[in-house]
C-alpha cells in the first residue's frame, strides 16, 4: 500500500473548469498539508489540516477549498480554473520526524 | 522559519562522496535542521533530521557545526540515482508549523 495517494496522476481541463484533487494516507497521522510546485520549481505550501481541522491557510485565492472528510482523507478542490493554476500539487502528512509526501498530481488548465 | 543558504547547483563523480552545504546563521536553540530531496517528477522525500548532533541514518550523514550556523550532508557513495534537488530546512519539531522549502541543491551525479 502507497502510504500517500493522490489521484489522479495528471489532470488536463479547460479554463473555467471545476476540478478536484484526491489524497488518502494510511499512515495514522492528524497533520495533513498541500503543496504547490508552479513551473519554476518552487514548492509553496497551500493549506494545513489537523484532525480535520483547517490550521493554516497561506495566500490561496478562495477558487481553492481544501475538504476533509476525515483523518485519511485532505481533498482540493478548485473553481474556475485558470491557466495560472497550472503546476504541480503535492499531499503531504506529518510523521514523527517528518513528512512523507505523495507523488503529486500534475494539473495543466488550457 | 529561520531562512537557510544553499549553492544553486553541484556536481559529484558517481561513487565518490557528495558534501552539501547550508548555512542557517539566524537559527534559534529549539530549530532542527532538516535535508529532504526531489528526484524529477517525484515528492520530496525525507533524508535525514538533527538538533545539534551529527546524524548518520542508511542514506546519509549529517554534520552540524558546533555553533550550529550551517551544516552538510553527507552521501558516502554517490549513485546516478542521487541526482535530484536537496533541500535544506530550518523549522521546530513540534507544532504546525509547515516545511517551508527554499530553492535548493541540484545535485548532478556524473557517471
Known amino acids: 500500500d502507497t502510504a500517500v495517494s493522490q489521484t489522479p496522476k495528471y489532470l488536463v481541463t479547460q479554463m473555467g473548469n471545476d476540478k478536484s484533487i484526491k489524497c488518502e494516507q494510511n499512515l495514522g497521522h492528524d497533520t495533513m498539508y498541500w503543496y504547490k510546485q508552479d513551473s519554476k520549481k518552487f514548492l509553496k505550501i497551500m493549506f494545513s489540516y489537523n484532525n480535520k481541522e483547517l490550521i493554516i491557510n497561506e495566500t490561496v485565492p478562495n477558487r481553492f477549498s481544501p475538504k476533509s472528510p476525515d483523518k485519511a482523507h485532505l481533498n482540493l478542490h478548485i473553481n474556475s480554473l485558470e491557466l495560472g493554476d497550472s503546476a504541480v500539487y503535492f499531499c503531504?502528512?506529518?510523521?514523527?520526524?517528518?513528512?512523507?509526501f505523495g507523488s503529486g498530481t500534475r494539473l495543466t488548465v488550457v | 522559519d529561520a531562512k537557510t543558504t544553499q549553492p544553486t547547483s553541484m556536481d559529484c563523480a558517481e561513487g565518490r562522496a557528495a558534501n552539501l552545504p547550508c548555512n542557517h546563521s539566524?537559527?534559534?536553540?529549539?530549530?532542527?535542521v532538516y535535508w529532504y530531496r526531489q528526484i524529477h517528477s517525484q515528492g520530496p522525500q525525507y533524508i535525514i533530521h538533527?538538533?545539534?548532533n551529527n546524524e548518520t541514518n542508511e542514506m546519509a550523514s549529517l554534520i552540524i557545526t558546533e555553533d550550529r550556523k550551517s551544516s552538510t550532508l553527507i552521501l558516502p557513495h554517490a549513485t546516478l540515482r542521487d541526482t535530484a534537488v536537496y533541500y535544506c530546512i530550518v523549522r521546530g519539531h513540534s507544532g504546525n508549523t509547515p516545511l517551508v522549502f527554499g530553492k535548493g541543491t541540484r545535485l548532478s551525479v556524473i557517471a
Open positions: 539566524t537559527i534559534s536553540g529549539n530549530e532542527y
Open positions: 538533527g538538533l545539534k
Open positions: 503531504a502528512v506529518r510523521q514523527n520526524y517528518g513528512y512523507t
